[in-house]
């Protein structure tokens, strides 16, 4: 069965830096886009960062852009989000997703197949 855990969330000040993880058992990631998004209690889920099969492409919603950036490891199975200057705004719970169904760097949740449990970010002073 193929199950996402997220790690390294915390509570941070803004500008600090901080890195997610996300492990896949079950299956291999090799091949499979890969993505992060977040989401506030009693808001939408928002699509933060995709990375393609290989680690070739990714792509950014813009207001991460130059601050976040996503990463893969497809002999470990995990997929990384390495968070800089991080804002007040960027606190969130922040899920892994992957797709079996889609290439290249999909955006929208429908996209995606399995997630993570979430892992919560508080960026504050």
């Known amino acids: 069965q193929v199950q996402l855990v997220e790690s390294g969330g915390g509570l941070v000040q803004p500008g600090d830096s901080l890195r997610l993880s996300c492990e896949l058992s079950?299956?291999?990631?090799?091949?499979?886009?890969m993505a992060w998004f977040r989401q506030a209690d009693g808001l939408e889920r928002e699509f933060v960062a995709s990375?393609?099969?290989?680690?070739?492409?990714?792509e950014y919603t813009d207001s991460v852009k130059g601050r976040f950036t996503i990463s893969r490891d497809n002999v470990k199975n995990t997929v990384d989000l390495h968070m800089n200057f991080l804002k007040a705004e960027d606190t969130d719970v922040y899920y892994c997703?992957?797709?079996?169904?889609?290439?290249?760097?999909?955006?929208?949740?429908?996209?995606?197949?399995?997630w993570g449990q979430g892992t919560q970010v508080i960026v504050s002073s």
């Open positions: 997703a992957a797709s079996w169904t889609k290439s290249g760097t999909p955006r929208s949740a429908g996209d995606f197949d399995y």
């Open positions: 079950g299956r291999s990631i090799v091949g499979y886009p």
């Open positions: 990375i393609s099969g290989r680690g070739v492409f990714s």
